[in-house]
């Protein structure tokens, strides 16, 4: 059996079509340009779910059921069962970042121009003259005073998209409310927006501006520079990202380090002449914490200035018995309770984040991570 058939339009303007097709407990995938060449998946057979039980479903109950999922998840995408409403509104796929350290022995940061920025721990944010939408598409629905904010600038440069960040540096201790309200689509109250425009801003990376002649092809620098002088000084919901041309690898490796120490998430590396890339690219990088190992908690210290009466630095030991001092990552509340009870962590292994060793084996840019890295008793 064939399922309808739904449409969008891809990147570089042509129209792309996409349906499935079941037989039995089998199912399939076609998709490629509506008057051009198409692709045709393998059958995937479903497996029966909960035999025995209830709530049991046959093979072909679950293909039907995983090919509705599938639909429902195009549909969110920018994919339309009428090819007449394509433009209605159209679906951004974001450039996407690689991880560093498949690419730090690569890199010559003498030969060719790379700038490096805070990655901030946000909620990716793609805006057109539709709305703001998450990297997958789906539309935010409670960050009502940036697409209002935006409006103006939608109205002169409707082609054109701009690529952030939904969060605030200022309130990163209130992450997890941040992320709670961003991704808040039913129920959404009075209260809720009002503390969403207190709370939230757009901090802009990147952008593709079609009426001032900057597109895809655009290099990133020129892309950029457009934004920071007629995008963050005229739109009060925007701030700036900060970019600083890396000269050598010290001087990545010294920022890096200097980031981590604040709390932030890492870095992220960009070609300064590369294109805008509608998918995960190797001109656009993330250099953060990703190694991680198991290692027991020593001692607690306390961090001056914001961190007074908060936990800040962590000394941990190797199962190899080095000993050294992690970062403490979390919201200020979170620090203040655990330099409280830093008595009942002493002596407990934790999960520990890091990028890489050093030649006597210690690990690189520690953190632990409240929020995700401790194990439970």
């Not at 779910?49 to 209830?54: D, L, Q, S």
Request: hydrophobic share 30%; charged share 30%; with cysteine.
């Amino acid at each position: 059996m064939k399922y309808s058939s739904l449409y969008t339009r891809d990147s570089l303007g042509n129209v792309r079509v996409w349906y499935m097709e079941q037989e039995g407990d089998k199912y399939r995938t076609t998709s490629g340009l509506l008057d051009g060449e198409k692709v045709t998946s393998e059958w995937t057979v479903a497996k029966p779910k909960n035999v025995g039980k209830r709530n049991e479903t046959t093979g072909e109950q679950q293909a039907a059921a995983e090919i509705e999922a599938r639909y429902k998840k195009q549909k969110k995408t920018g994919y339309f069962e009428d090819v007449k409403d394509i433009d209605k509104a159209q679906y951004v796929e974001p450039m996407l970042a690689k991880s560093y350290k498949d690419y730090a022995e690569k890199i010559d940061f003498k030969s060719q121009q790379w700038g490096m920025q805070t990655k901030y721990n946000g909620i990716c944010c793609i805006a057109t003259k539709d709305g703001c939408f998450s990297r997958k598409g789906e539309k935010f629905l409670s960050v009502d005073h940036i697409r209002n904010c935006l409006a103006p600038f939608f109205e002169k440069h409707p082609k054109s998209f701009i690529h952030g960040e939904l969060f605030n540096d200022a309130y990163r201790d209130r992450l997890n409310e941040i992320v709670k309200l961003c991704r808040k689509t039913v129920n959404i109250t009075k209260e809720d927006i009002a503390k969403s425009k207190s709370l939230i801003s757009f901090y802009v990376y990147d952008g593709c501006i079609v009426e001032a002649g900057l597109d895809q092809s655009s290099p990133y620098f020129k892309r950029k520079e457009w934004i920071d002088e007629n995008l963050i000084s005229n739109y009060n919901c925007c701030v700036e990202v900060k970019t600083e041309i890396i000269r050598d690898k010290d001087h990545l490796d010294s920022f890096f380090k200097e980031k981590i120490t604040r709390g932030d998430e890492g870095l992220i590396l960009r070609n300064m002449n590369m294109i805008y890339e509608h998918k995960r690219s190797g001109n656009l990088l993330k250099y953060k914490p990703i190694d991680s190992d198991e290692m027991m908690i020593l001692n607690v210290t306390e961090g001056s200035g914001n961190w007074k009466d908060k936990a800040k630095n962590i000394t941990v030991r190797t199962k190899e018995g080095l000993i050294f001092d992690a970062v403490f990552k979390g919201d200020m509340k979170s620090a203040e309770d655990f330099l409280k009870n830093a008595d009942k962590w002493i002596g407990k292994e934790v999960t520990v984040q890091f990028f890489g060793r050093t030649g006597l084996g210690c690990p690189q840019y520690a953190q632990i991570d409240i929020n995700n890295c401790f194990r439970a008793d």
